[in-house]
């Protein structure tokens, strides 16, 4: 499975964005798919997932309410569409596929190569 995400870009503070994670392959039904997010000087941190049945859909307290991820397997996307947000929220985006386990570890087996999110004030 590749994984490519798209969707960053510079947005003012209560502004929206909605990345897209596409995937390739025919099995992407089968994984699921997680978004986590690295701010410049600290680690990468679990923003949401989703099973690959659909859900329970995970959200990190820092985001819910606020973000919203949905995954279409006809088109082989995960989107993550991010209202209300915040400076802290700045940080590069990447989406991960695994087909089982702990989707708040990031032990994945496959990542994207990342997505540039800043949020000015």
């Known amino acids: 499975v590749q994984l490519q995400a798209s969707g960053g870009g510079l947005v003012q503070a209560g502004g929206s964005l909605r990345l897209s994670c596409a995937a390739s392959g025919r099995t992407f039904s089968t994984y699921g798919v997680g978004w986590f997010r690295q701010a410049p000087g600290k680690e990468r941190e679990f923003v949401a997932s989703?099973?690959?049945?659909?859900?329970?859909?995970d959200y990190a307290d820092s985001v819910k309410g606020r973000f919203t991820l949905s995954r279409d397997n006809a088109k082989n996307t995960a989107y993550l569409q991010m209202n209300n947000l915040k400076v802290d929220d700045t940080g590069v985006y990447f989406c991960?596929?695994?087909?089982?386990?702990?989707?708040?570890?990031?032990?994945?087996?496959?990542w994207g190569q990342g997505t540039q999110v800043t949020v000015s004030s």
């Open positions: 991960g596929a695994r087909r089982v386990g702990d989707y708040r570890n990031e032990r994945y087996d496959y």
């Open positions: 989703v099973s690959w049945r659909g859900g329970p859909i």
